[in-house]
């Protein structure tokens, strides 16, 4: 009840690519779905957020979009940079709880 | 956006001793504030959760007596590894939560027990 599934482990995107990050989860009491970006030897950073009374959130390159019914939530990276590679982890949360995915590492071949 | 500060960034010691890790929401009012650790390409494993002037929630397996956890203020959360041993070597990051109920990351402290 309290997992949130994120999946790929990992992933290899071409300079310019899109890169597509998906995440579910079972608790239905969660309202909060925030993704995290971490690069080696640094904290999480919050990247983009959304809650569920709205299906898509765009800001910049990264939009997420929210599948109330089917209780998934995905990050889309648009024109991916080798910048943008590091750890991507969703999060969803409730109240004073927040459980977090495993984590994708993204890498962006030049 | 807002900064959450952790001080230090790394430290290394010896088995047996103490450390004292500092966390600082530095524009912002922290109503609650979170550590986790963070084992390499792990995600973040959740250890307690404070809020200013009370006792800190731990999670199940997390010794209380090991990892003091103290909440002085809306601004400051300090967490303490008592006798630390080598397998307590880790990344600690601690969060803070604002008002609106956002959650910021510190830079995480790199702890190494030898």
Redesign the interface.
């Known amino acids: 009840q309290q997992q949130v599934k994120q999946s790929p482990q990992s992933l290899i995107v071409q300079k310019g690519g899109i890169s597509i990050i998906n995440c579910a989860y079972e608790n239905t009491a969660f309202d ?1 779905f ?1 993704w ?1 970006q971490q690069f080696p ?6 990247l983009i ?1 959304i809650r569920p009374d709205v299906s898509e959130k765009k800001e910049g390159r990264f939009t997420i979009s929210f599948n109330k019914s089917a209780k998934q939530f995905s990050l889309h990276i648009m024109d991916s940079q080798p910048g943008d590679s590091a750890t991507y ?1 969703c999060a969803a ?1 409730s109240g ?1 709880k ?1 459980i ?4 994708t ?1 993204l890498f962006v071949k030049a | 956006g807002a900064v959450v500060s952790q001080h230090p960034s790394r430290v290394i010691c010896k088995s047996g001793t103490s450390v004292k890790i500092e966390c600082r929401s530095l524009d912002f009012q922290a109503t609650t504030m979170f550590w986790y650790r963070q084992f390499p390409k792990q995600s973040l494993m959740l250890m307690a959760t404070s809020n200013e002037g009370s006792k800190a929630t731990y999670e199940q397996g997390v010794e209380k007596d090991k990892f003091l956890i103290n909440h002085a203020s809306l601004t400051l959360s300090t967490l303490t590894v008592t006798s630390a041993h080598p397998e307590d070597s880790s990344f600690y990051i601690c969060s803070a939560r604002d008002f609106s109920n956002e959650q910021f990351f510190g830079p995480g402290t790199r702890l190494t027990v030898l």
């Open positions: 909060y925030p995290y030897g640094k904290g999480p950073a919050l957020a982890f949360s004073f927040t977090f995915g495993a984590g590492r």
